[in-house]
């Protein structure tokens, strides 16, 4: 064989193999966080160009229904670069004898809602582009802007705090307009004096027989606290346990609870959006009373993390991701010096 051969016939392996490669390099184990975003955001803003859905709504339900699945243990993990999860009843519907059904006629002659999006011919319940379209297909029908928005998800989940959830994780997504939204910082800033210890399901000494559900940060008068994840606020206000108080909700579904603090940052009120590190508050004593009780304790934060799963919420406890955030920290200010 000469060598010209032997080029030629190397290149045809490289060609016949190209395709293998990209695809290879296409599974979801072998990308970078980043890829990963960007394959997203490649399928939002096609499908918003399909149904005049802004891709900041079909982020927001995909990441609400990410978070579901890393709550619910009976949810199988997503195949894909998409979350979304209809059950073999709602794709194919109720009726339809064949619940792997992937033939959008007959779906839709039994009331399924799949449908094909990528014009394959096929509408399968594990494809990123057939479940996204779906979505997007079935939010077009109650319009475009966001009070339609709101309706349609009503429409889909039955459930307040759902809605809540997905228009906040929305607003998120419009305010800093990109997905990489995974920074969280810790509620204090190093350079104060702070102390705290893994307090999680001690008894409490106030308010009858509840356990501590959260993590105590105890620090000086009007220290500043700030926000650990990206979110939106979802309450602030007076509550007779906690005193001054935030709840901030991120894009895990995680909400964030903030406790006796002395006032609040202003210009910080529900619905603000923050960013971790923001200030949102300064630490304080109040609580354990009628509004503006206070000094009933040493000041200190209280802090506690709560996971929804679509049904109902619970608290758990933050101190492992206090450590992580307080070391990230660290690190990060060595690196500055
Ligand atoms: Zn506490």
């Not at 779906?107 to 979505?135: C, H, K, P, S």
């Not at 894009?251 to 200030?279: C, M, Q, R, T, W």
């Amino acid at each position: 064989m000469g060598f010209r051969k032997i080029v030629l016939l190397a290149l045809i392996v490289v060609f016949v193999s190209l395709p293998v490669v990209t695809y290879a390099a296409d599974l979801k184990e072998d990308l970078t966080a980043e890829q990963i975003y960007e394959k997203r955001m490649d399928l939002y803003k096609k499908y918003e160009a399909v149904t005049n859905i802004p891709w900041q709504y079909l982020a927001a339900v995909d990441t609400y229904e990410r978070g579901i699945r890393r709550a619910l243990k009976d949810r199988p993990k997503e195949e894909g670069f998409i979350s979304i999860y209809y059950t073999e009843d709602e794709w194919a519907g109720n009726f339809n004898p064949n619940k792997q059904d992937t033939h959008p006629l007959s779906i839709q002659m039994f009331g399924g809602v799949g449908m094909d999006g990528d014009g394959d011919g096929l509408a399968e319940r594990t494809n990123d582009e057939d479940v996204l379209y779906t979505l997007a297909h079935s939010l077009e029908q109650f319009g475009t802007n966001e009070e339609d928005f709101r309706i349609a998800l009503w429409e889909k989940y039955k459930r307040d705090q759902s809605v809540r959830i997905i228009h906040g994780h929305a607003l998120v997504y419009e305010k800093f307009d990109r997905l990489d939204l995974n920074e969280h910082a810790f509620p204090m800033p190093l350079n104060y004096n702070y102390s705290y210890k893994n307090t999680w399901g001690d008894r409490r000494g106030w308010g009858g027989r509840r356990i501590h559900e959260g993590t105590d940060i105890f620090a000086g008068y009007n220290v500043p606290i700030r926000a650990t994840a990206y979110g939106r606020v979802e309450i602030k206000g007076w509550n007779k346990y906690g005193g001054w108080r935030i709840g901030i909700r991120d894009l895990d579904n995680i909400y964030h609870y903030y406790a006796h603090l002395s006032g609040f940052e202003k210009g910080i009120e529900e619905g603000s959006i923050v960013a971790p590190g923001d200030v949102i508050g300064y630490c304080g004593s109040s609580g354990y009373g009628k509004p503006g009780t206070q000094g009933k304790f040493p000041p200190h934060l209280h802090y506690g993390m709560y996971r929804d799963n679509g049904r109902i919420e619970w608290s758990f406890d933050p101190y492992p991701s206090l450590k992580q955030w307080e070391r990230k920290a660290y690190q990060e200010r060595r690196k500055k010096r």
